[in-house]
């Protein structure tokens, strides 16, 4: 089982460092020959506009969209969860998502009083939750009958989905030392 990183920007680091806990390679992914052998690949959290950019630059959407539709299984965090979106409100004018699930999102949802904090959040078959770290955090809206919501505040409010073989969180997993986030991702959604 081969899961790779996408590497143009953002906390691709910690995301390899946990897969590597794991005992995973995680080679990076900056080009499209990158993606060639992966089963899996996860789109870390950041700038999702400067992400977007640099996708465009290293001519990274079709061979991704390709490779999903082929079978790559995706975890997007935070940023990430945002590219992995049909639709994206305040987006930047030219910033096109990966739109490989049937989500809106709305990108620094919480507002800048709290545009950073901790907490912990349920999620789906992990025992007494996982620390959620939300930097500037987007919010899911808007999900089709495809997604399953995975975790979720008491209000009913979004924070994991999941559809086949993508997943996206609004927090940063990888910014913690729980690596059952990921655990998840390699054996329910990768490993499926
Ligand atoms: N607000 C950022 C964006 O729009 C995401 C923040 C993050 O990944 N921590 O891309």
């Known amino acids: 089982m081969e899961v790779g990183v996408l590497a143009l920007q953002g906390a691709f680091r910690e995301h390899?460092?946990?897969l590597h806990t794991l005992g995973t390679e995680a080679p990076l992914v900056r080009w499209p020959q990158d993606l060639e052998g992966l089963d899996g690949l996860i789109v870390?959290?950041?700038e999702s506009t400067t992400i977007a950019k640099l996708l465009t630059i290293h001519e990274l959407y079709a061979p991704i969209r390709k490779a999903?539709?082929?079978g790559l299984a995706v975890f997007g965090t935070c940023a990430g969860a945002i590219m992995l979106?049909?639709?994206i409100e305040d987006a930047r004018e030219d910033q096109e998502p990966l739109a490989l699930m049937d989500v809106r999102i709305r990108r620094n949802a919480y507002g800048r009083q709290i545009d950073s904090f901790e907490t912990?959040?349920?999620f789906?078959?992990?025992e007494g939750g996982v620390k959620g770290v939300f930097i500037r955090a987007p919010r899911f809206e808007n999900l089709s009958d495809e997604v399953?919501?995975?975790s979720q505040t008491e209000d009913g409010e979004a924070l994991a989905v999941r559809q086949g073989r993508a997943l996206a969180v609004a927090f940063h997993p990888e910014l913690t030392d729980d690596t059952r986030v990921h655990e998840y991702f390699l054996q329910q959604i990768v490993g499926h």
């Open 124 to 126: 789906d078959g992990i």
């Open 148 to 150: 399953e919501i995975l």
């Open 16 to 18: 390899r460092q946990m």
């Open 44 to 46: 870390p959290g950041g």
């Open 85 to 87: 979106a049909r639709e």
């Open 120 to 122: 912990t959040v349920p």
């Open 68 to 70: 999903y539709a082929d």
